[in-house]
Nanobody, 118 residues
Framework: QVHVVESGGGLVQAGGSLRLSCAAS????????MGWFRQAPGKEREFVAA????????EYGASVKGRFTIFRDNAKNTVYLQMNSLKPEDTAVYYC???????????WGQGTQVTVSS
């Protein structure tokens, strides 16, 4: 079982920045691919970013590319999402997910709310 816990959400003005953190359990965290997703009210869940086990490969959704950065610290069992130049349309619940077995994101956190005011 892998436990995933997000933190760092909050209220920020448009143009501002926020960093989300995601702590995942497990002695083999350094072998997990990790990802961030988001869901706004009335909308489907959207892919935000993903990072390989080593951090050497990253992928971003089109709406956040160039503004958000995903990175990880395997010594701390933590993955981060640095969000810059935030827009009101980035408002959503952000979820972190773990892919320990390379078969998809099987483990999800409870989510953290990000609200961007105009």
């Amino acid at each position: 079982q892998v436990h995933v816990v997000e933190s760092g959400g909050g209220l920020v003005q448009a143009g501002g920045s926020l960093r989300l953190s995601c702590a995942a359990s497990g002695r083999t965290f350094s072998t997990y691919a990790m990802g961030w997703f988001r869901q706004a009210p009335g909308k489907e869940r959207e892919f935000v970013a993903a990072i390989s086990w080593s951090g050497g490969s990253t992928e971003y959704g089109a709406s956040v590319k160039g503004r958000f950065t995903i990175f990880r610290d395997n010594a701390k069992n933590t993955v981060y999402l640095q969000m810059n130049s935030l827009k009101p349309e980035d408002t959503a619940v952000y979820y972190c997910a773990a892919d320990p077995f390379r078969r998809g994101f099987d483990y999800w956190g409870q989510g953290t709310q990000v609200t961007v005011s105009s």
